[in-house]
Nanobody
Framework: EVQLVESGGALVQPGGSLRLSCAAS????????MSWVRQAPGKGLEWVST????????RYADSVKGRFTISRDTNKNTVYLQMNSLNAEDTAIYYC?????????WGQGTQVTVSS
């Protein structure tokens, strides 16, 4: 059974940093790209970043480029999202996503709130 478990969300002041983690199980982690997607209050899902398997290449939404960094540790079956220079527009529930054998899997989400 595929499972994705996010952690690391918190209340942080504007300009602060957080690192989110997503622990994956139930599939061969190294064979699949991993993504982060977020949902701000009252808004739809917004893709944030993807890290590919194999070469580990990364892509970012324009809204987070230069501030967020996605990475993965295949020994720990974990994907991370380092978030710096946070602002109020980053407030959202952050979800980990994996597309395994043509099916999308999601974690339960972790809340990030940026507020003074």
């Amino acid at each position: 059974e595929v499972q994705l478990v996010e952690s690391g969300g918190a209340l942080v002041q504007p300009g602060g940093s957080l690192r989110l983690s997503c622990a994956a199980s139930g599939f061969t982690f190294s064979n699949y790209a991993m993504s982060w997607v977020r949902q701000a209050p009252g808004k739809g899902l917004e893709w944030v970043s993807t890290i590919n398997n194999g070469d580990g290449s990364t892509r970012y939404a324009d809204s987070v480029k230069g501030r967020f960094t996605i990475s993965r540790d295949t020994n720990k079956n974990t994907v991370y999202l380092q978030m710096n220079s946070l602002n109020a527009e980053d407030t959202a529930i952050y979800y980990c996503n994996a597309r395994v054998l043509s099916r999308n899997y999601w974690g339960q989400g972790t809340q990030v709130t940026v507020s003074s």
